[in-house]
């Protein structure tokens, strides 16, 4: 929109760069370009603003396939007013003196003119297309279709507007459909999820079966260990058992000699010492059988003597002392 400022009777007007600008006075046009800046009397002054920009025009209609599906179409339209001049023409880009504001909705009625054309040539397409293929390869389709109808309609260049791009953003059906098709994509891609699952549980199985095949070894092996161990002990308790029955055999044989050699030096020591005391029983007869009987009458009386009690008294009677003295004497008493 074009800034005018009001100065009494005399307004001035000054455009953007991309504002094409056509001011008639009393019929006659006296400025015509872009980018204009000017005074002008707003009783006598006609004018116009043409935007010359590319402009972006959002489209989204609906449309039917070959098999009687309802799609809807989003597309977009780059354009441009090429010829400002035909365009002022054609449409209505008069602006208020005033406030430099349009007067009509030229833009709309450009907007409708290519949605319409453009919504045209679309339907044409789709109808003859069946929904996968639509779905598949309707894009491409559908915009070189659109494309082509508007740079051969007539109406456009005779308007003065330029299609620069046309774009078409999607193809979609209606959410039931959309699902309804979305689903053996789905159930295949659930498919593959549960045979992967399939397979890692296959994989996890085969993994524990195989740490239970090497636990199971690793028992075995360690019953073989401990069984070689057992017999083992079992031969060091046989060679320690033989060992210590050896060696006692080896200590009661030794005991056995120092018993044997003891008896036999206590016999020698015991014959001996009976032989010395036969010899001394034979002396101390032989001793005794070469002496007087008074002499072993005392003898005797002495050893009596010896293992007598002891006495505190002894009353000898004449008689006896008599008898006893004679015996001692060699005598016989009177």
Same mark, same amino acid.
């Given at each position: 929109?074009?800034?005018? *400022? ?16 056509? !001011? ?30 590319? %402009? ?5 209609? !609906? ?13 977009? @339209? ?31 009625? *450009? ?5 319409? &054309? /453009? ?21 491409? /389709? ?28 999607? *193809? ?36 524990? %079966? ?8 690793? =028992? *075995? ?28 055999? @080896? %200590? ?6 120092? =018993?044997?050699?003891?008896?036999? /030096? ?20 032989? @001793?005794?059988?070469? @002496?007087? /009987? ?8 002495? %050893? ?17 002392? &008599?008898?006893?003295?004679? =015996? ?7």
């Amino acid at each position: 929109m074009a800034d005018i *400022i009001r100065r009494a009777s005399w307004r001035h007007l000054r455009s953007a760069p991309t504002s094409h600008i056509r !001011h008639h006075r009393r019929g006659r046009l006296v400025h015509d370009g872009t980018g204009l800046s000017f005074w002008f009397r707003s009783l006598s002054a006609a004018l116009s603003e043409v935007p010359v920009n590319d %402009r972006e025009l959002a489209m989204s209609f !609906h449309a039917r396939t070959a098999d009687f599906q309802d799609v809807s179409v989003q597309s977009t @339209v780059t354009y441009r007013i090429s010829e400002p001049d035909a365009a002022a023409t054609r449409l209505d880009f008069s602006i208020d003196p005033d406030t430099g504001a349009w007067r009509g909705a030229p833009l709309d009625q *450009i907007a409708t003119l290519l949605t319409e &054309t /453009a919504q045209q040539h679309a339907l044409d397409v789709l109808a003859r297309t069946p929904l996968a293929a639509a779905l598949v390869d309707g894009v491409a /389709a559908v915009r070189d279709r659109i494309a082509a109808g508007l740079g051969a309609e007539p109406r456009l260049p005779a308007t003065g507007i330029e299609v620069v791009a046309v774009r078409v953003v999607a *193809i979609r059906p209606e959410p039931e459909v959309e699902r309804a098709l979305r689903t053996p994509a789905r159930e295949q891609i659930q498919q593959e999820a549960d045979r992967a699952t399939y397979e890692r549980r296959a994989v996890a199985v085969e993994r524990e %079966r195989a740490i239970a095949e090497n636990e199971l070894g690793s =028992k *075995i092996e360690l019953a073989r260990q401990e069984e070689r161990l057992v017999d083992q002990r079992g031969t060091n308790a046989r060679r320690e058992a033989e060992e210590s029955a050896a060696a006692d055999s @080896v %200590r009661a044989e030794a005991e056995a000699v120092r =018993k044997v050699r003891l008896a036999r /030096a206590e016999a020698e020591a015991a014959r001996e010492v009976g032989e010395a005391r036969a010899a001394a029983q034979s002396a101390w007869l032989r @001793v005794h059988g070469e @002496v007087d /009987a008074a002499t072993l009458h005392a003898l005797a009386a002495t %050893r009596a003597a010896e293992n007598l009690p002891r006495i505190e008294s002894l009353t000898l009677s004449p008689d006896v002392l &008599t008898g006893l003295l004679a =015996k001692l004497g060699g005598g016989t008493p009177s």
